[in-house]
Structure formats: C-alpha cells, structure tokens
C-alpha cells in the first residue's frame, strides 16, 4: 500500500512541476535565436522550451529503463542462487532426519 502512495506523490509533483514548466513557458514567447553550428534557426522561446524538456524526459527514461534491465537481470541471479541454497538445504535437512530416524530403529 506504500508503494501506491509513493507512486501518487511522485504523480503529484510531477504534474505540479509540469504546471510550472507550462507556466515558465507561457510567459516567455519571445522569438530567440538558436545556431545549431552549421545553421540558425528562429523561433518561440516556448517551443525551445518544451523541446528542451521532452528531450530530457526522453533521455532520463531511457536511462532509467537502462539500469532496470542490469537491476533485474542481478535479481534473477540472486533468486537462483537463494533457490539453490534453499535445495541444498532441505536435502542436508532430510538426510539428517533419515539419519536420525534410521539411529531410533537401531537402538
């Protein structure tokens, strides 16, 4: 149920912040002046705004997606080994009550 809660704080203060983006935007729609090296292009400081911040988007999400996938990958390394040692275990654990039960009937 937390991890609901987390997920709406950070919905919340992403629309709060996208608020203040549109915002930022809105009151700036001066036409600048963007060189790109081999050409100049202009236009709306608004439009050079949203560009700027969907391409930061695009870039976080894709590195974020990045390091999920290594995340996940170490995850299912972790459960196999856990799983293992689990097996391992719960034989050394028969063996030992056969053991035992085997030493009950000899005596």
């Known amino acids: 149920m937390s991890n609901n809660n987390g997920k709406q704080s950070r919905f919340v203060i992403g629309l709060v912040i996208a608020l203040i983006v549109v915002i930022f935007a809105v009151l700036n ?11 100049r292009v202009k236009l709306p400081l608004i439009i ?6 969907l391409l930061g988007a695009l870039i976080t999400l894709l590195l974020a997606n990045t390091g999920n ?4 990958k170490l995850n299912r390394h ?7 040692v689990k097996v391992s275990h719960d034989n050394q654990i028969a063996d030992a009550l056969k053991e035992n039960n085997t030493k009950k009937q000899t005596k």
Do not use: H, M, W, Y
Not at 48 to 53: A, K
């Open 69 to 72: 996938k290594k995340e996940n």
């Open 29 to 39: 729609v001066d036409p600048v002046t963007v060189s790109f090296g081999f050409t």
């Open 78 to 84: 972790a459960q196999k080994q856990i799983s293992n």
């Open 48 to 53: 050079l705004i949203i560009v700027s911040l």
